[in-house]
């Protein structure tokens, strides 16, 4: 994908695809995956409480939530 590595850097890959964080940004990064798994986790909650898929997407605007 004619991304720089450079030493230091993370490089993450899975059947989806790879990432590349610049190490200066591994802080910031992080601080979004962590916010992104409590949102998931609350909304697995949701669900399991009886709350309809439609309702627990307009609670949580997950999509735009991925999109920012």
Sequence with gaps: ???AVRPGDI??????????????HLD???AAAEEILDKEA??????????SMV???RAFNY?????G
């Design 1 to 3: 994908g004619n991304v």
């Design 11 to 24: 490089v993450m890959a899975d059947v989806n695809g790879v990432v590349v964080v610049a190490c200066e």
């Design 28 to 30: 910031r990064v992080l």
């Design 42 to 51: 609350r909304m697995v909650e949701a669900l399991r409480a009886g709350r």
């Design 55 to 57: 309702e627990v997407d």
């Design 63 to 67: 999509e735009q939530m991925l999109r």
